[in-house]
């Protein structure tokens, strides 16, 4: 399934695809996602946040969990943006969001304030040789936007994200996430990272006071919604 955002962030003439020409496609579990893997290696290499390894790839059990959904971002067929979705709450195993593992009084606060359905944001990456910070911020953008239809497509009632304190204001501001904890690493990563959540009508109402971009169509939502289906119906992209 391909997302075509309706224009870019710092549109000049309303031409998505002569200023965008990339493609998002999601990703089943089961699916052969080593090229995002790699990608996620590359970017978290460049950053400093893992170590060399020999297979030049950078993935956690997480991503093997059925209940798991990865978006990738796609150049001139090359791998240059990843997002990760980890499903949890109702109708999913217990500790199927790696956030479960760090924040778990945080996530059982939610559930029991009504978050029945969850999602984490998760392993976000962005090619690091890209020089065009427009570029990488629409590409960012785009990752999110994606996120956000697969979200709203699997009715989901609190979003979560763990992310480098470094870049948690860019959340806050996208999207207008708030933190809910903090912890000095995360998830195999010595960072300091914020745990940051946000409910879905939150989410949708921030979504609707932001520019054109980040809109989305009924039809969009229901093209989520099938190919979701299809996806745990075959267990394959």
Not at 32 to 44: C, G, K, N, Q, V
Not at 79 to 108: K, N, Q, T, W, Y
Not at 143 to 164: E, F, K, N, P
Request: proline share 5%.
């Amino acid at each position: 399934m391909a997302f075509q955002p309706p224009l870019v962030l710092d549109n000049n003439n309303g031409d998505p695809a002569k200023n965008f020409p990339i493609s998002l496609d999601i990703y089943s579990s089961a699916s052969d996602m080593t090229e995002l893997h790699r990608l996620r290696y590359r970017a978290f290499l460049a950053a400093g946040w893992i170590k060399e390894n020999d297979v030049g790839t950078f993935s956690d059990r997480f991503d093997g969990l059925g209940t798991t959904v990865s978006i990738g971002a796609f150049h001139n067929g090359a791998c240059i943006g990843a997002l990760r979705l980890a499903f949890g709450g109702a109708h999913a195993p217990p500790f199927s969001m790696p956030c479960e593992d760090a924040f778990s009084d945080e996530v059982d606060a939610l559930i029991t304030q009504g978050g029945k359905r969850l999602v984490e944001f998760s392993r976000m990456a962005v090619e690091p040789s890209l020089s065009n910070r427009s570029f990488r911020t629409t590409l960012y953008a785009s990752l999110i936007r994606a996120g956000m239809i697969l979200t709203t497509a699997s009715d989901v009632d609190v979003a979560l994200a763990a992310v480098h304190k470094n870049v948690s204001p860019f959340y806050q501001a996208m999207c207008g996430f708030e933190v809910l904890a903090t912890s000095a690493s995360y998830a195999e990563i010595e960072e300091p990272t914020e745990f940051l959540g946000l409910k879905s009508h939150a989410l949708d109402e921030r979504r609707k006071r932001r520019s054109g971009f980040f809109a989305f169509s009924p039809e969009e939502i229901a093209a989520a919604k099938s190919a979701l289906a299809r996806l745990s119906a075959r267990g394959t992209a």
